[in-house]
T-cell receptor, first 114, second 114 residues
Framework: QQQVKQSPQSLIVQKGGISIINCAYE??????FPWYQQFPGKGPALLIA?????SEKKEGRFTISFNKSAKQFSLHIMDSQPGDSATYFC?????????????FGKGTKLSVKP | EPEVTQTPSHQVTQMGQEVILRCVPI?????FYWYRQILGQKVEFLVS????????KSEIFDDQFSVERPDGSNFTLKIRSTKLEDSAMYFC????????????FGDGTRLSIL
């Protein structure tokens, strides 16, 4: 129930293309869904986050789509660039009932080819 | 921009030895966390800390682990008697306080147990 399932494990996209990463969760108590970007040798850095009261959030080239009934959310990276090549983690948290500890997906390694 | 700093960046320790990993969270943050990431795997929650006490811990965080905030700035993770399987990246994170505010991660300490 505490798991967050992420797919695909790896993704290769051409420069200018759209990268799509999907996550699914079981625990309906989760109320905060962030995406983190991690470069080699660095810690996870927050990219964008969404609460379940909205179905979409956009920040620049990054969009989260959220489907509460399906318990799924996804990250779309428009106009993907080689500098976007990194590992992306979705996560979920129950801020209302806990101290906000994050449950992470297994990560997606994105490679954007020039 | 303020950031979470962790030292050392790499720690090599003999099995059975004690190790202390250090973190300086962002100064006005109230919630503190430790996570670990075994090579190639997902980031896993270890413990959260608020108001000078542990607020939540995972099943990974057994009696060999302890956390402390010895002064107003440092936050430490101690492993009493290290095992080979403790080899991982350990990340410290902190959060300002309000629900939905993001966790900021340090760049981690790579712990290698020989």
């Amino acid at each position: 129930q505490q798991q967050v399932k992420q797919s695909p494990q790896s993704l290769i996209v051409q420069k200018g293309g759209i990268s799509i990463i999907n996550c699914a969760y079981e625990n309906t108590a989760f109320d905060y869904f962030p995406w983190y970007q991690q470069f080699p040798g660095k810690g996870p850095a927050l990219l964008i986050a969404i609460r379940p009261d909205v179905s979409e959030k956009k920040e620049g080239r990054f969009t989260i789509s959220f489907n509460k009934s399906a318990k799924q959310f996804s990250l779309h990276i428009m106009d993907s660039q080689p500098g976007d090549s990194a590992t992306y983690f979705c996560a979920a948290s129950n801020y209302g009932g806990s101290q906000g500890n994050l449950i992470f997906g297994k990560g997606t390694k994105l490679s954007v080819k020039p | 921009e303020p950031e979470v700093t962790q030292t050392p960046s790499h720690q090599v320790t003999q099995m059975g030895q004690e190790v202390i990993l250090r973190c300086v969270p962002i100064s006005n943050h109230l919630y503190f966390y430790w996570y670990r990431q075994i090579l190639g795997q997902k980031v896993e929650f270890l413990v959260s800390f608020y108001n000078n006490e542990i607020s939540e811990k995972s099943e990974i965080f057994d009696d060999q682990f302890s956390v402390e905030r010895p002064d107003g700035s440092n936050f430490t993770l101690k492993i009493r008697s290290t095992k080979l399987e403790d080899s991982a990246m350990y990340f410290c994170a902190s959060r300002r306080g309000r629900v939905g505010q993001p966790q900021h991660f340090g760049d981690g300490t790579r712990l290698s147990i020989l």
